[in-house]
């Protein structure tokens, strides 16, 4: 990756005068030049400590009611819309607590914020101005001016809820467009889920069923390190889940789950010991799907109390990956070690098929005030700052590679979230293992942004134009493209991705699926053939991003599917 920019710079006069001492890996976050540069940038008013892009150039933060800056009708906000473009934050009105939620999009554009937490009375105040947000289901419409000028949340707890109350939910994109909400806890709990507090369930938004929540065995099993399931839309259309050590496939249309290997090592991933996990990228024509999962912790999961924990003790340096083919489930999972362990790391899928292993500790826990030593009041502790690579297609035991990754000033433990943008670049906010706003401690409430950009940055990018902003499953278009002179056009990918919900070191509904593409012999248009099918790529909003030579374009905001509201019926040809 890293030398076929070496091999442009080369190329291109004009970018090695300006650019003389590129290659060396950089730490300091205010280099300029080609190469990986934290950038900050504006502050956002709340603790992001849930993320998701709605709009090209806005992204949704949620937070909860405990001492925030930024305000709104006379009280402290709790939600707002990030601005990429300026840098800027405009508070939004949320009527439930989004403390701890998940959300993603559905098939017909509309953002929904599901669950949160029971409401707290902040210290001075006599009427909290949220409401119980365990059962919250918040609706964000389609979005289309990019300041949000206009643009509201829309909630009515009376008529629009949950049929459970779910703290720590997680939630998926499924193949007819609905959200999937999994598991969660009902209410407050000494750092652990347990039987008696949890969510042991699934349900569904739009709802199926009459509204009745399904029970999950698995969901009982993999307490009381279950919270934020891990889980993904396998392109055959069920579900992969992974919690604690535990992992199943729930079949979605027959409602049986099929238990696969735990992780090896006794390594658990789920909060309180958070790890992360991902879908790898899908490629046709055979989409087979991939998990991989890294850090969290092997400590025992048989305590009552946490009181014992220590935010010194090492967290996991493990990645565990497995196929999830019939022959990959037999070989089960595939271990590899990170250059350092990571307690609450983050996974963010680039458009070139890498994937970013960002933020977390190298010791303690999730949540805050847990263990016998906190850190002031973090469970965690050794901030690491410094990202690092993953390389699927490499050999086992070469695929993490921090060339030329820079290092940040900036801790992002609990509470914090990422996310790819449609301009390519990372955005990394939050952060705040306190109980409310604390400044001056080690680990204090974060309101900086912080932007990693990908060296693609600062060197001319293909230009992508004429995508159609609606295309449906197994269709053949074709976009304009303008290639920078010096890219080597033999290694062109198309990523179509959504980018998913960050909340807890976990990006709900994250996908990236490549899409067949053949560049016009004068090298000025692609024709893309969309995925096959509605259970390949979750019919909704996404972005389209073409990579040339390493070289990313922005991204460009698409609807795959009819844009319907769910649940939509089957669409496309079933995969060979
Ligand atoms: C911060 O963002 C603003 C608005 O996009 C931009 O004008 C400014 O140059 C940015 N600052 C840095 C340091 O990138
Ligand atoms: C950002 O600043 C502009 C100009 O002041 C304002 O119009 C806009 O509403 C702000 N918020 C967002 C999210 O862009
Ligand atoms: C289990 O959860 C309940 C309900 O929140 C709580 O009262 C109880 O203390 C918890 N039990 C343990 C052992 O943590
Ligand atoms: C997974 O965790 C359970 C509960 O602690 C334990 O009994 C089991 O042995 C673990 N599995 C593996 C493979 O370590
Ligand atoms: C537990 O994880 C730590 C950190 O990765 C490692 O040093 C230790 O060997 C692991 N212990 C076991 C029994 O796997
Ligand atoms: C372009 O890349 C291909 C493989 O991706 C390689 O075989 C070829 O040598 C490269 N061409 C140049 C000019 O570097
Ligand atoms: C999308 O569907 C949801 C669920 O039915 C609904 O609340 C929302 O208003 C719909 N949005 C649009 C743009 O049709």
Redesign the pocket.
């Known amino acids: 990756m890293w030398t076929s920019l070496a091999k442009l710079a080369a190329s291109s006069s004009l970018l090695l005068s300006s650019l003389p001492t590129v290659f060396s890996a950089s730490t300091s976050s205010k280099a300029e030049g080609l190469g990986w540069h934290f950038v900050q940038n504006g502050t956002t008013g709340i603790v992001a400590l849930e993320a998701i892009v709605v709009s090209p150039t806005l992204i949704v933060i949620f937070d909860r009611v405990l001492g925030d800056p930024l305000q709104i009708d006379g009280h402290q906000a709790w939600g707002a819309l990030w601005n990429t473009e300026t840098n800027n934050v405009t508070a939004i009105n949320v009527v439930t607590d989004s403390f701890c939620a998940s959300g993603g999009l559905l098939s017909n554009g509309t953002m929904v914020s599901v669950g949160g937490q029971p409401v707290e009375l902040p210290a001075g105040e006599s009427v909290p101005p949220d409401l119980d947000g365990t059962t919250g289901l918040r609706i964000f419409e389609p979005c289309d001016d990019p300041a949000g000028v206009g643009c509201t949340l829309f909630e009515d707890p009376a008529t629009h809820h949950l049929d459970e109350p779910r703290w720590y939910p997680s939630s998926l994109r499924i193949f007819d467009g609905s959200l999937m909400i999994v598991g969660g806890i009902h209410r407050n709990t000494p750092f652990f889920n347990n039987f008696t507090a949890a969510a042991k369930s699934f349900e569904f938004f739009p709802k199926k069923d009459g509204g009745v929540p399904r029970p999950s065995e698995f969901l009982v099993r993999s307490l009381p390190v279950n919270l934020f399931p891990r889980v993904f839309a396998l392109p055959d259309g069920k579900v992969f889940m992974v919690a604690n050590n535990q992992s199943i496939i729930y079949d979605i249309e027959a409602n049986t789950e099929t238990i696969l290997p735990d992780l090896p090592?006794?390594?658990r991933i789920t909060n309180p010991y958070d790890g992360t996990a991902t879908l790898l990228p899908l490629s046709p024509p055979d989409f087979i799907p991939e998990v991989l999962v890294c850090g969290g912790?092997?400590t025992t999961d048989q305590l009552l109390d946490a009181s014992t924990l220590s935010s010194q003790d090492?967290?996991?340096?493990?990645c565990s990956r497995i196929t999830l083919t019939p022959e990959g489930i037999a070989k089960g999972w595939e271990v590899e070690t990170m250059p350092e362990?990571r307690m609450m790391p983050e996974m963010v899928m680039l458009p070139n098929g890498q994937t970013m292993i960002i933020n977390g500790a190298r010791t303690g826990y999730a949540a805050l005030n847990g263990v016998k030593d906190p850190v002031g009041n973090s469970n965690a502790d050794h901030a690491v700052k410094t990202p690092v690579l993953y390389n699927r297609d490499a050999p086992l035991g070469s695929r993490f590679d921090r060339t030329g990754l820079p290092t940040t000033d900036i801790a992002r433990v609990y509470h914090s979230s990422v996310s790819l943008t449609p301009n390519g670049n990372i955005f990394i906010a939050g952060s705040n293992p306190n109980g409310g706003v604390v400044t001056g401690d080690k680990f204090s409430s974060e309101f900086r942004v912080e932007y990693l950009n990908p060296p693609f940055m600062s060197v001319p990018r293909p230009a992508v134009s004429n995508v159609p902003t609606q295309f449906g499953f197994n269709e053949k278009f074709t976009a304009n493209v303008d290639i920078p002179e010096g890219l080597n056009t033999s290694d062109v990918k198309v990523a179509l991705m959504d980018l998913g919900f960050s909340s807890h070191a976990f990006h709900s509904s994250s996908r990236l699926v490549f899409m067949d593409a053949q560049l016009s012999d004068d090298q000025t248009s692609l024709e893309i053939t969309s995925p096959p099918n509605n259970r390949v790529f979750p019919p909704g909003p996404a972005y389209v991003f073409v990579t040339i030579d390493d070289v990313t374009s922005t991204g460009t905001k698409v609807m795959v599917g009819s844009g319907a509201t769910p649940p939509v019926p089957d669409q496309g040809v079933p995969l060979a």
């Open positions: 090592n006794g390594v912790s092997n090492p967290a996991s340096d493990q362990g």
